[in-house]
């Protein structure tokens, strides 16, 4: 690499610079992950001694912690890596600042991996955070004394106590956002203001102009740069220096650096000197989504500004608006056709009155609570009407399209095609061609094994036609894999409705969504474990477009939960697939029974002179969902031989702490032939029937290198 660089650095200066950045990155990455390759540190707690970043507060006994990692069992690490902590407890936390002891099980950055749903892995290290874990208290705890701000900040929250809108006033203050609840990040979504209550580039822009204008009413451009460059520094202490601040303050920083040397450098010059300061400092950051936001809104303000003539207020929004919408779309999956109008209603009203009141207040809360009092009962008078319109307009209107991938392609094609008057952007003639190419060709169905985690939820469609087999976990977090992995993947699939809602049993696992999809989704048939739907019985049998749906089990409900589960044989009559839910194996055996008895009688009275043509139970099927997600209780021999699988899936999460599937279970179909399939360790699973066999659309799990941190990391241990 170091040759290449060398040779192209005459010719090609910009080529070299790439190669260099490329070269930093793996180094850095190398630096940064080294620590992660002792053979033995996911496979058993670990002693760990920190200090704690950031505390972000959930619940009262719930809290996510970011450490800087000095000591992992007594020895001492360079450099310290960053870990995410999560805190149950009924006891505080440890607070930013304090160095603590403690024992954890530690583990890798590892997401669930479906179409449309959120990559936490790519986040996390996009934060620098390399592990997880969790901690019910600690071995050793140095309490330290608040700072500065920790005093200023508890002040706030003590004086905004009382008052409704303390949620949106701290979210502005101090960036802490926990006070949100789901209902508000919809309509922010919704009306697509999200921007303006996370403390960013547009707020620390906004200070320092108010400081740059008031300074250059004295004349002298260095006091001008002096008061906006110190409310800057102000605002971002104030939130804590969260990332996003410090992007913008660097920015601000190098142009009143420029402004007060007298020199003119392009905006274009100005972003790109940021971005490969900041990209040098953490190379990471390329991974951060919030991070290509801010950079590209820079961007298209400077294109709007310079390039397109916009310099009034409703122009630059509206060239921003536009030339950020194939992102947005992209990344959020959809779009607010009622942002524009309301950001430009809202950001003169933060820019001239809310946010240098609130900066106000925050600044006097020391020196004069009682003006700060008064100043943030104001404000909160201000905020809850604001917030109770934007509540009320978001709920009216319900201004969010949700785009299936379809229709986000061909609105980026759209979109894209006035570039093509551009003479050097001919090339992009191409993209919509690729769009049309990528779209996957007609099947006669399909079957998606999700990965939920440890759980179970698959999706069969036929055309826009769903059926939906258990609904995987819900957790007291809040997080559940409905608004995780199920809706969206309906979204980008354009499907509206489900024909049949399938619930094996009532664990918590199967059926954690099953109410909750059932008030956001229209569902024609619930079958299986509603209050009030049809219940599973054997020998039950549907057409269901050209599949026919087989219940297989129960017989007769035996009080035990798994195997009273509903299994469930689909087929074309030439492709076919067995669901099985939990059943383990007495039910196995007693199912093997049934359906052999059941078939004799069915033999029996097709033969003359009654002939009643009555179909055999199916068992046998190409494709099987192992039963329990692959648990030893489950998967006996003599069903696996029954069944005959082309393949099995196990639905069990990664490094699930009950060693699933068991190595048991795995040796016997091994022993059979069979070819096996692990949504932990895959992500969901996409089959597609075609005429002559079941085709696998991905292999080995797709993406970049952080979906596969641990096979990387296992591939480069010799000791495993």
């Not at 079957?447 to 819900?474: E, H, I, M, P, Y």
Request: with cysteine.
């Amino acid at each position: 690499m170091a040759c290449l660089i060398g040779v192209s650095w005459q010719k090609r200066p910009a080529t070299a610079c790439l190669l260099l950045g490329i070269s930093w990155a793996l180094c850095y990455s190398h630096w940064q992950l080294h620590w992660l390759q002792d053979a033995t540190l996911f496979e058993r707690s670990q002693i760990i001694a920190g200090t704690v970043e950031r505390v972000n507060i959930q619940q009262h006994n719930k809290s996510k912690l970011i450490v800087s990692l000095k000591r992992l069992n007594g020895q001492a690490l360079s450099p310290r890596p960053r870990i995410l902590l999560s805190w149950y407890s009924e006891q505080a936390p440890p607070q930013v600042g304090e160095s603590f002891q403690s024992i954890t099980q530690l583990r890798l950055p590892h997401s669930l991996h479906n179409p449309g749903t959120f990559n936490s892995a790519r986040w996390l290290l996009g934060q620098g955070i390399t592990a997880r874990g969790s901690l019910t208290g600690t071995l050793s705890h140095q309490v330290n004394a608040d700072s500065l701000r920790m005093q200023l900040v508890t002040h706030i929250k003590k004086q905004t106590a009382a008052l409704p809108a303390q949620p949106w006033l701290l979210a502005l203050s101090v960036g802490e956002r926990a006070g949100l609840v789901s209902q508000d990040w919809a309509m922010l979504r919704g009306l697509g203001i999200s921007h303006l209550f996370a403390i960013s580039g547009l707020h620390i822009g906004l200070v320092a102009g108010l400081g740059l204008l008031v300074g250059r009413l004295t004349g002298n451009r260095w006091i001008a740069a002096m008061l906006a460059a110190s409310l800057a520094l102000a605002y971002a202490w104030l939130a804590g220096f969260s990332v996003p601040t410090q992007r913008a303050l660097l920015m601000l920083l190098l142009w009143l650096g420029l402004y007060c040397w007298g020199r003119f450098w392009s905006g274009r010059r100005i972003l790109l000197l940021t971005m490969t300061l900041l990209l040098v400092m953490r190379p990471w950051l390329a991974l951060d989504q919030g991070f290509w936001l801010s950079v590209l809104a820079v961007a298209a303000l400077l294109v709007t500004t310079h390039w397109l003539g916009g310099r009034q207020m409703w122009r630059l929004q509206l060239g921003i608006t536009l030339l950020l919408l194939p992102l947005v779309m992209l990344l959020f999956g959809g779009v607010s056709w009622l942002s524009l109008p309301v950001n430009w209603v809202l950001i003169p009203l933060f820019s001239l009155l809310l946010i240098p009141l609130l900066l106000l207040a925050a600044l006097l809360m020391l020196p004069a609570p009682w003006l700060a009092s008064a100043i943030f009962t104001i404000l909160n008078t201000l905020f809850v009407s604001l917030i109770n319109s934007l509540h009320w307009l978001n709920d009216s209107v319900s201004p969010w399209i949700w785009l299936s991938s379809t229709a986000q392609g061909v609105g980026l094609a759209i979109l894209l095609l006035p570039l093509l008057l551009l003479p050097r952007a001919r090339w992009l003639m191409i993209l919509p061609v690729c769009l049309v190419l990528l779209q996957e060709p007609s099947a006669r169905w399909q079957v998606r094994v999700l990965d939920v985690g440890q759980g179970l939820s698959v999706l069969v469609t036929q055309g826009k036609r769903a059926l939906l087999f258990d609904t995987g976990n819900r957790f007291s977090s809040g997080f559940n894999m409905a608004d995780g992995v199920i809706l969206p993947l309906l979204r980008r699939l354009n499907i509206q409705q489900l024909d049949y809602l399938v619930i094996s049993h009532d664990d918590q696992d199967h059926s954690g969504n099953r109410d909750y999809l059932a008030q956001v989704l229209p569902i024609k048939q619930q079958w299986g474990a509603w209050p009030n739907g049809k219940p599973c019985r054997a020998g039950q049998q549907m057409q269901w477009g050209q599949l026919t749906l087989t219940m297989l089990w129960p017989a007769k409900l035996t009080g035990h939960s798994n195997n009273d589960s509903c299994v469930l044989h689909i087929s074309d009559g030439e492709r076919s697939l067995l669901l099985t839910g939990d059943i383990e194996v007495q039910a196995e055996q007693a199912l093997l029974v049934y359906i052999e008895t059941e078939n004799k009688k069915r033999v029996r009275a097709n033969l003359p002179p009654n002939g009643s043509a009555e179909p055999l139970l199916p068992l046998a099927a190409e494709l099987l969902i192992s039963p329990h997600h692959g648990s030893k209780s489950s998967s006996s021999e003599g069903f696996n031989m029954a069944v005959n699988p082309n393949w099995v899936v196990h639905t069990a999460g990664f490094a699930n702490r009950w060693g699933f599937p068991s190595a048991e279970v795995v040796a016997r179909f091994q022993q059979q032939g069979v070819a096996q399939l692990t949504t932990g360790e895959l992500g969901m699973v996409h089959w597609v029937a075609t005429e002559s066999h079941w085709r696998l659309v991905h292999s080995k799990r797709s993406g970049a290198w952080y979906n596969s941190l641990n096979t990387w990391l296992n591939d480069a241990n010799p000791l495993e």
